[in-house]
């Protein structure tokens, strides 16, 4: 099976919210980092938003105060609710695995190096105006 494997993509209306979740296997899910990426039509795969293994969570200006990674441990699924949703959160979105911690996930991914050690296939999410 994929190490990594997102759902709940759909369409939505502007300020609307989604769900989306990420089941990951063990292994995978024991990793310094897990996070979100998302790519739009003419955009970079990007970080949006990540989770240490203690729990700690960073997000992307662009969605911060807006969207929420969480993870439930005992199901071994990462969450990422996204409210207030605008069209030009449309894109696909990605969950993904790091072996180095998200601090450093986040600096190389401003330098221009951002990526992931395991992906997962992607969920589509449609923002309408």
């Known amino acids: 099976q994929a190490p990594l494997v997102e759902s709940g993509g759909g369409s939505v209306d502007a300020g609307g919210s989604l769900r989306l979740s990420c089941a990951v296997s063990?292994?995978?899910?024991?990793?310094?980092?897990v996070g979100w990426f998302r790519q739009g039509s003419e955009e970079e795969r990007e970080l949006l938003a990540s989770i240490d293994s203690d729990g700690s969570t960073r997000y992307d200006d662009s969605v911060k105060g807006r969207f929420t990674i969480s993870k439930d441990n005992a199901k071994n699924i990462i969450y990422l609710q996204m409210n207030s949703l605008q069209p030009e959160d449309s894109a696909m979105y990605y969950c993904a695995a790091m072996r180095s911690d998200c601090r450093t996930s986040w600096r190389l991914g401003r330098d221009g190096y951002w990526g992931a050690d395991w992906w997962g296939e992607g969920t589509l999410v449609t923002v309408s105006t």
């Open positions: 063990d292994a995978y899910y024991s990793q310094q980092c």
